[in-house]
T-cell receptor, first 114, second 114 residues
Framework: AQSVTQPDIHITVSEGASLELRCNYS??????LFWYVQSPGQGLQLLLK??????LVQGIKGFEAEFKRSQSSFNLRKPSVHWSDAAEYFC????????????FGPGTSLSVIP | GAVVSQHPSRVICKSGTSVKIECRSL??????MFWYRQFPKQSLMLMAT?????????EQGVEKDKFLINHASLTLSTLTVTSAHPEDSSFYIC??????????FGSGTRLTVV
């Protein structure tokens, strides 16, 4: 079955510290992979995506993610967290070959301590 | 580019009334659009997939007679919540598949039924 897991429901980090949000997926073939961020009461904003090629993907706001096929993972990282990064982060997967649905992970809530 | 405009952003309605949510693709043609629902502190759950000019495909457990989806043109999809009840209060988000380039999301609609 297709699924996306984000093992960490909530993470708290200090401002300036590094961050890694975990994402694992189960899919029939390598899908498109996405990370989205959602601020309270807001819609979704795409941070970055992986389609193919270089497995280290750079995104907006200083985020990057690394695709590891052997681990079926797509972890999100940021070297230095800012207070404005506090939000909900969703990992998602979608098919490459059809207009099928995107599957979202349960989300990780990030809190940043000043 | 590739913007989906979703309106309204917030709506409060009385129990038993109907509410229509619109999603418009502003600078591209959206053959397929997806409607999601998000409960507080939860992930996005796909409700239905709408294809221009045909009937929407609903996910299991979603009442098609309650959540009416119309996708009459390549730039507009609507979700109508009929005979709304307080349990329908939620955050509704639409998205459109971009050819070869992932997905773009609307900013969401916060529905409160009183």
């Amino acid at each position: 079955a297709q699924s996306v897991t984000q093992p960490d429901i909530h993470i708290t980090v200090s401002e300036g510290a590094s961050l890694e949000l975990r994402c694992n997926y189960s899919y029939g073939a390598t899908p498109y992979l996405f990370w989205y961020v959602q601020s309270p009461g807001q819609g979704l904003q795409l941070l970055l995506k992986y389609f193919s090629g270089d497995t280290l993907v750079q995104g907006i706001k200083g985020f990057e993610a690394e695709f590891k096929r052997s681990q079926s993972s797509f972890n999100l990282r940021k070297p230095s967290v800012h207070w404005s990064d506090a939000a909900e982060y969703f990992c998602a997967v979608g098919p490459k070959t059809s207009y099928d649905k995107v599957i979202f992970g349960p989300g990780t809530s990030l809190s940043v301590i000043p | 580019g590739a913007v989906v405009s979703q309106h309204p952003s917030r709506v409060i309605c009385k129990s038993g009334t109907s509410v229509k949510i619109e999603c418009r693709s502003l600078d591209f043609q959206a053959t397929t659009m997806f409607w999601y629902r998000q409960f507080p502190k939860q992930s996005l759950m796909l409700m239905a997939t709408s294809n221009e000019g045909s009937k929407a495909t609903y996910e299991q457990g979603v009442e098609k007679d309650k959540f009416l989806i119309n996708h009459a043109s390549l730039t507009l999809s609507t979700l109508t919540v009929t005979s709304a009840h307080p349990e329908d209060s939620s955050f509704y988000i639409c998205s459109a598949r971009l050819t070869g380039n992932g997905y773009t999301f609307g900013s969401g609609t916060r529905l409160t039924v009183v």
